[in-house]
């Protein structure tokens, strides 16, 4: 077996970390995680951590869970991979009939990928391509939302609006409009409005995250604001792209964001929490509408060019499969609605905190925005790395978070119980004290 101290040797030598400054990380000790039990990860030590943000937004039920974990080991008995490309498998066709089964109404054919950004991409394309099908090639450009975040891949970043990812690849993206974030719901319907008045044949689709911007900074919409953007996209003819890579499967204390308005998209996007975690898997799914744009003959070129090596891989999606069984035969999403109190209740605690300048939630998703004078609207320094510091600390309390800038994210499995999502809270309440304001006295 190889040592503790050869793993953190090889980390700091060959990997290069994801969204991470390595100058920085190269100065740090590792936390190496080596197991898990229900909503706890446990280090190479024996140190147990809360994890706080479900290992980057992606697990449901809680780590180790015995359904998923057979479901895994059945289909490893039986194949590990076959491609989609002129043949099927019986995984990916039984998981497509349970999607199509619980998402909004009128969705009808699912399109699998990867992660969430390669389901981006097939839904841009998708989207893009229908609309030469349908003799309207003009159509050919997106409206997103500013802090908005769909991906890394060049499509998904020509639709994003966060600067600090995105700016620097600005010569490599096609052109958007981009109109406001949720900071602001009243005046995106207003651009949203403009924008099409003038120019709705160039536009091929919206997308947006339904409700929450997540790495955007959790920025939450008003209530009822998706219903008017289904609306407007329907008077002037363009597609709704719901992109719910992070809101899916009961993040915002429904099934899926789209359900608080009863709204169905044109093409609906899942990945992180299809498999709760377990394996890289995602969906694009869309209308009967749109599917049958792409039919004809052979000679007519009308097929959707595009796939993956991975698409409908049996494991992931036997993974896939066992997640949704679990959430109909617990009854999951009823029981998030418990949760969810708790954690606006505890949340009200941090009110308190003298940098603490805002605080968002919907459902399981929550945001505190750190700020060095909250009353005058002054941040800190980038210097301060204020939310790194408060999830350096709460490291050090058994709890793993991740910042995103100054503002502090909160998104546990939905499966947390209530002592455990107490002592999370808690635990974050005692951080930002610490580091805000008991380090100056």
Same mark, same amino acid.
């Given at each position: 077996?190889?040592?503790?101290?050869?793993? /953190?040797?090889?980390?700091?030598? =060959?990997?290069?970390?994801?969204?991470?400054?390595?100058?920085?990380?190269? /100065?740090?000790?590792?936390?190496?995680?080596?197991?898990?039990?229900?909503?706890?990860?446990?280090?190479?030590?024996? /140190?147990? =951590?809360?994890?706080?943000?479900?290992?980057?937004?992606?697990?449901?039920?809680?780590?180790?869970?015995?359904?998923?974990?057979?479901?895994?080991?059945?289909?490893?008995?039986?194949?590990?991979?076959?491609? !989609?490309?002129?043949?099927?498998?019986?995984?990916?066709?039984?998981? #497509?009939?349970?999607?199509?089964?619980?998402?909004?109404?009128?969705?009808?054919? $699912?399109?699998?990928?990867?992660?969430?950004?390669?389901?981006?991409? $097939?839904?841009?394309?998708?989207?893009?391509?229908?609309?030469?099908?349908?003799?309207?090639?003009?159509?050919?450009?997106?409206?997103?939302?500013?802090?908005?975040?769909?991906?890394?891949?060049?499509?998904?970043?020509?639709?994003?609006?966060?600067?600090?990812?995105?700016?620097?690849?600005?010569?490599?993206?096609?052109?958007?409009?981009?109109?406001?974030?949720?900071?602001?719901?009243?005046?995106?319907?207003?651009?949203?409005?403009?924008?099409?008045?003038?120019?709705?044949?160039?536009?091929?689709?919206?997308? !947006?995250?339904?409700?929450?911007?997540?790495?955007?900074?959790?920025?939450?919409?008003?209530?009822? =604001?998706?219903?008017? @953007?289904?609306?407007?996209?329907?008077?002037?003819?363009?597609?709704?792209?719901?992109?719910?890579?992070?809101?899916?499967?009961?993040?915002?204390?429904?099934?899926?964001?789209?359900?608080?308005?009863?709204?169905?998209?044109?093409? !609906?996007?899942?990945?992180?929490?299809?498999?709760?975690?377990?394996?890289?898997?995602?969906?694009?799914?869309?209308?009967?509408?749109?599917?049958? #744009?792409?039919?004809?003959?052979?000679?007519?070129?009308?097929?959707?060019?595009?796939?993956?090596?991975?698409?409908?891989?049996?494991?992931?999606?036997?993974?896939?499969?066992?997640?949704?069984?679990?959430?109909?035969?617990?009854?999951?999403?009823?029981?998030?609605?418990?949760?969810?109190?708790?954690?606006?209740?505890?949340?009200?605690?941090?009110?308190?905190?003298?940098?603490? #300048?805002?605080?968002?939630?919907?459902?399981?998703?929550?945001?505190?925005?750190?700020?060095?004078?909250?009353?005058?609207?002054?941040?800190?320094?980038?210097?301060?790395?204020?939310?790194?510091?408060?999830?350096?600390?709460?490291?050090?309390?058994?709890?793993?978070?991740?910042?995103?800038?100054?503002?502090?994210?909160?998104?546990?499995? $939905?499966?947390?119980?209530?002592?455990?999502?107490?002592?999370?809270?808690?635990?974050?309440?005692?951080? @930002?004290?610490?580091?805000?304001?008991?380090?100056?006295?």
């Amino acid at each position: 077996m190889t040592s503790k101290s050869k793993i /953190k040797s090889y980390d700091l030598d =060959y990997i290069w970390h994801p969204f991470t400054q390595m100058k920085e990380y190269a /100065k740090e000790d590792p936390v190496v995680i080596e197991d898990s039990d229900g909503v706890y990860l446990i280090d190479s030590d024996g /140190k147990r =951590y809360i994890d706080g943000v479900s290992s980057l937004w992606v697990n449901i039920h809680g780590h180790k869970v015995e359904k998923i974990d057979d479901a895994l080991k059945k289909q490893l008995n039986k194949n590990s991979h076959s491609t !989609l490309l002129g043949v099927t498998n019986p995984s990916a066709s039984i998981l #497509a009939k349970k999607l199509i089964d619980i998402v909004p109404k009128g969705l009808r054919k $699912v399109f699998y990928s990867g992660d969430g950004a390669s389901a981006v991409e $097939v839904a841009l394309k998708m989207a893009f391509q229908y609309w030469i099908l349908k003799d309207m090639p003009s159509k050919q450009k997106f409206i997103c939302l500013k802090d908005g975040y769909h991906g890394d891949t060049l499509g998904a970043v020509s639709v994003g609006g966060i600067d600090l990812f995105h700016s620097v690849y600005d010569p490599l993206l096609f052109e958007s409009f981009h109109i406001s974030s949720y900071d602001s719901s009243d005046q995106t319907i207003l651009e949203l409005e403009k924008i099409l008045s003038e120019k709705s044949n160039e536009v091929a689709a919206l997308i !947006l995250e339904p409700y929450v911007q997540a790495a955007g900074g959790i920025k939450v919409a008003k209530d009822g =604001y998706l219903k008017q @953007i289904r609306l407007i996209c329907d008077k002037y003819n363009i597609l709704l792209i719901a992109d719910e890579v992070a809101t899916a499967f009961g993040r915002t204390g429904e099934m899926f964001a789209c359900n608080h308005d009863d709204v169905t998209p044109d093409i !609906l996007v899942l990945g992180k929490g299809l498999t709760s975690g377990y394996l890289p898997l995602s969906a694009t799914i869309t209308t009967e509408k749109i599917f049958d #744009a792409f039919l004809g003959e052979v000679d007519e070129l009308k097929a959707f060019y595009h796939g993956h090596s991975y698409s409908g891989n049996p494991l992931a999606c036997a993974t896939g499969i066992a997640n949704l069984e679990i959430f109909e035969e617990d009854k999951t999403i009823s029981k998030i609605k418990q949760t969810v109190e708790t954690l606006e209740d505890e949340l009200k605690e941090f009110k308190g905190l003298s940098h603490v #300048a805002d605080i968002r939630n919907k459902g399981l998703m929550a945001g505190i925005d750190l700020k060095k004078d909250p009353i005058n609207d002054i941040p800190y320094n980038i210097s301060d790395r204020i939310g790194k510091r408060v999830c350096d600390l709460a490291r050090e309390e058994g709890v793993l978070i991740r910042p995103l800038g100054d503002t502090i994210v909160i998104m546990p499995p $939905v499966s947390i119980k209530a002592e455990e999502l107490k002592k999370l809270t808690k635990s974050i309440y005692k951080c @930002i004290k610490i580091v805000t304001e008991d380090e100056k006295e």
